[in-house]
């Protein structure tokens, strides 16, 4: 048996795709035969910047699905043949064993979840990372309450059509707050499908203040915020809508910009998605547990669209420059 890896053998470097061996599961993990990865924005900022990367070569991607081809001594909750998708943690490891983009992946038992026959393997693949962020966001950064505690008030998510936001959008719905996610107006109907009680355009330059005249109006309050994007003021804008509503808790996919506003009245946290590998625990929780019962019943689904990107894993370098050009309420899957 081989196994081909999408290989980036130095800093900002093209793919290429070599033959390398299967590797082998530790204890608690898995070794899956890929059946489909997604990218993220992560994997172009790392073979661009290099940043996150301590030696070369290494094999990145974080998001991925397919069969338990073995499951290590210590693994109780997947055996061998079982259908997952799961958190492929090179970023954190640094062991190219974990990148997604080969045919085989080790990940770790506490980032994977069983996915039910109604979802596909490209349909597992985007959860991953988009359900670390969203789960490390709320539960960990913004320590609301796991479910079944229910929470109340409202709920704003920046990037409500992005993958993380719109992960965010459901989880936080499916916890009882009231969600606006901000997004474009092509997206608006799709983000309320998720979950949001109402949406407002990011490229409006008033956005903030037709936030708090809406809510006033209606007599609702903004609590908590979700920023999935922070650029371009995002997180600014955020805190000020925070304030109008006398304060929160803002959580942020990236660091507060360092020439943003300080405030006392509003919580600022950012955070890593890789917290699931680091508190297993938490991971177990959010992957073995809440995930697989929320995909099986169906009140979370894999989202946005997916886009296929042709051509298996010789398409890893098209799929990456894709996304580095900008996506647009898709996810960007390839099918091996
Ligand atoms: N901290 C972590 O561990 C972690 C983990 C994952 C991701 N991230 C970071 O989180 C960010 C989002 O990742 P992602 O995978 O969700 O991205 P993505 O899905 O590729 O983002 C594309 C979406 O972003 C939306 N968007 C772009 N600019 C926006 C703006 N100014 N305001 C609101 N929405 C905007 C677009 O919305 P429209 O189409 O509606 O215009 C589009 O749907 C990235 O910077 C990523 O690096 C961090």
């Excluded at 172009?44 to 940043?51: A, H, L, R, Y």
């Excluded at 796991?146 to 992005?162: D, E, Y």
């Excluded at 371009?232 to 803002?250: P, R």
């Excluded at 890893?316 to 898709?330: F, N, R, T």
Aim: net charge negative; with cysteine.
């Amino acid at each position: 048996m081989s196994n081909q890896a999408a290989f980036l053998k130095e800093k900002n470097a093209q793919i290429t795709v070599e033959e390398r061996p299967i590797p082998k599961p530790g204890a608690n993990e898995l070794l899956i035969k890929n059946a489909a990865f997604a990218t993220n924005p992560v994997d172009w900022k790392m073979q661009s910047s290099g940043n996150w990367i301590e030696s070369y070569p290494t094999i990145l991607g974080s998001d991925v699905a397919g069969t338990v081809e073995e499951a290590g001594s210590g693994v109780s909750h997947f055996k061998k043949g079982d259908r997952v998708a799961g958190f492929a943690d090179v970023l954190a490891s640094k062991n190219y064993d974990n990148g997604a983009f080969q045919q085989y992946t080790v990940l770790k038992d506490c980032a994977a979840t069983r996915l039910p026959g109604s979802i596909s393997f490209e349909e597992g693949s985007i959860l991953p990372m988009a359900v670390a962020t969203a789960g490390v966001g709320i539960f960990l950064a913004l320590d609301i309450p796991r479910p079944p505690a229910k929470s109340q008030g409202g709920f704003l998510v920046w990037g409500a059509s992005s993958s993380v936001g719109s992960a965010a959008v459901q989880i936080a719905a499916s916890l009882g707050y009231t969600v606006y996610g901000v997004c474009s107006p092509r997206h608006s109907a799709y983000v309320k499908e998720l979950g949001a009680h109402d949406t407002f355009d990011y490229n409006d330059s008033l956005v903030d203040k037709k936030i708090v005249q809406s809510l006033k109006a209606a007599n609702e309050q903004i609590v908590i915020a979700y920023d999935a994007i922070v650029e371009h003021g995002s997180a600014q804008i955020c805190v000020e809508v925070l304030e109008a509503f006398g304060g929160g808790k803002l959580c942020l996919t990236l660091p507060y910009p360092k020439d943003a506003r300080q405030t006392e009245r509003v919580e600022i946290s950012s955070f890593y998605a890789a917290r699931v590998v680091l508190e297993q625990d938490f991971g177990r929780w959010l992957f073995n547990e809440w995930l697989e019962r929320s995909l099986a019943d169906k009140t979370f689904i894999p989202s946005p669209a997916i886009e296929k990107v042709d051509g298996g894993i010789q398409a890893v370098q098209k799929a990456l420059d894709m996304h580095k050009k900008g996506l647009s309420g898709k996810k960007l899957v390839i099918t091996l």
